[in-house]
């Protein structure tokens, strides 16, 4: 990871001690898991007593996964089971971030869920966020999954620095990609899109580009008055309500 990569990427939070197990008022449990080159990974999961959809989370590249506790408790109140785990260097997680770094986070994730807790891939969507959209579309590409979630994504990190800088080329100085739009045409599940009308940080231009070139089934559902950071609780009960009918869709509860 390069000196730009650290300003302009990855902005891992080191991890709080608190007891966020009794905090989180659900059935948390902590979880050490290997990545798929064997690095160390924490992460939550939190199951319902009734199996049905299980929602792998893949953050996106600011915090850990502590800043992410409240809507978690949404998503678990909407029904959902769910794996949060943080990349590697956020957190408890051991390592330091990198693009490869990151996508062998997400297969270890996904395996730990096949291997450990035995969940189909029937049950299985993945779900990205900023950041994490990339990656749950490269992992995608590279596990079955009953459907994909990208909220606030954006077509490759070239795309989001000629939006930021004025067209220059930043992203030649970087050490990183995330080229998610070359991913999308080559994948045929069950894909939602959202994305705030008012993100200051991925403009909703970029997303509708990131849309364009998917492949069907595809859907593109717009949050009013959202900015990045705050479109769950913007989107309210209309937002998760549009979760729950994607997952129930592709899951086949």
Request: proline share 6%; hydrophobic share 40%; charged share 20%.
């Amino acid at each position: 990871m390069g000196l730009l990569d650290q300003i302009f990427v990855f902005h891992p939070h080191p991890w709080e001690d608190r007891d966020w197990v009794q905090l989180s008022a659900m059935p948390l449990e902590e979880v050490w898991f290997p990545a798929k080159d064997g690095e160390k990974l924490f992460g939550w999961y939190v199951e319902q007593p009734v199996p049905g959809a299980m929602l792998l989370w893949c953050h996106g590249n600011a915090g850990n996964m502590t800043h992410r506790l409240e809507n978690l408790q949404a998503l678990y109140r909407l029904g959902l089971s769910v794996f949060l785990f943080d990349y590697r260097g956020y957190g408890r997680s051991r390592g330091r971030p990198s693009e490869e770094g990151f996508y062998s986070d997400a297969v270890g994730a996904y395996d730990y869920l096949v291997r450990v807790r035995r969940i189909k891939s029937e049950r299985t969507v993945i779900f990205g966020r900023s950041l994490g959209a990339a990656v749950a579309g490269e992992l995608a590409k590279l596990r079955p999954a009953a459907g994909l979630l990208l909220e606030s994504c954006f077509p490759s990190i070239e795309a989001v620095a000629r939006d930021h800088y004025m067209g220059l080329p930043l992203h030649w100085l970087l050490g990183t990609a995330f080229r998610l739009e070359e991913r999308l045409p080559h994948l045929s599940l069950p894909k939602l899109f959202i994305h705030g009308d008012r993100d200051q940080i991925i403009p909703i231009a970029l997303g509708r580009r990131t849309f364009a070139a998917s492949k069907p089934p595809k859907e593109f559902y717009t949050v009013r008055g959202a900015d990045h950071n705050n479109l769950p609780f913007i989107g309210g009960k209309a937002y998760f309500s549009k979760l729950a009918a994607f997952i129930n869709s592709v899951v086949g509860r």
